[in-house]
């Protein structure tokens, strides 16, 4: 196996199968969010509105809430110390950050989304938001480091193969 991949500049994003290893981290806690609701011209008016009106401190607390959640998990659950009160907490503050959104930040656009689009529209709308948010996470330096960290423990040859058999190269390592 060969080990120890540069990360490459943070400019250029770091290696290839650092890019990827990223990537896939970030799918992964996206795919928490995701489902099968898709929105029309209405929910991506609302989506936009809303991304736009979520503060930063908004995001934070919506990751906060998503990480207590999954923490319930009992797979997760021995890895992270979230007390039964502080996820109450972080899920009262996501149902008022959800509700500011929706009822007063962005109240038009949820009236036509959802007279036009359904109730489902809301779910769609909020799992743009999470991947916003996500994006923000994943782009602090500390977790993009620790998710790079798969870099090392990765073999480049299998990615240089899973790359020539799908038709790209990966960039030369410095």
Do not use: Y
Not at 76 to 90: H, Q, Y
Not at 92 to 113: G, K, P, T, W
Request: proline share 4%.
């Amino acid at each position: 196996m060969t080990r120890g991949f540069e990360a490459g500049s943070a400019k250029e994003g770091g290696s290839m199968i650092a890019r990827w290893t990223r990537a896939a981290g970030g799918m992964a806690a996206i795919l928490a969010l995701a489902s099968p609701a898709q929105a029309g011209i209405f929910g991506d008016s609302l989506a936009r509105c809303i991304v736009t009106a979520a503060r930063d401190d908004d995001r934070t607390a919506i990751m906060q809430w998503l990480f207590s959640a999954m923490a319930a998990n009992p797979q997760i659950a021995p890895m992270a110390n979230v007390t039964p009160e502080r996820r109450e907490a972080l899920t009262r503050q996501f149902a008022q950050i959800s509700e500011r959104l929706l009822m007063e930040d962005c109240r038009a656009e949820s009236v036509q989304a959802i007279r036009n689009e359904g109730l489902g529209v809301v779910e769609s709308v909020f799992r743009v938001l999470g991947e916003v948010a996500m994006r923000g996470l994943m782009a602090d330096p500390a977790t993009a480091q620790a998710v790079a960290g798969a870099d090392e423990f990765s073999d480049r040859e299998k990615w240089a193969d899973l790359a020539k058999e799908a038709g790209v190269t990966l960039p030369r390592q410095p």
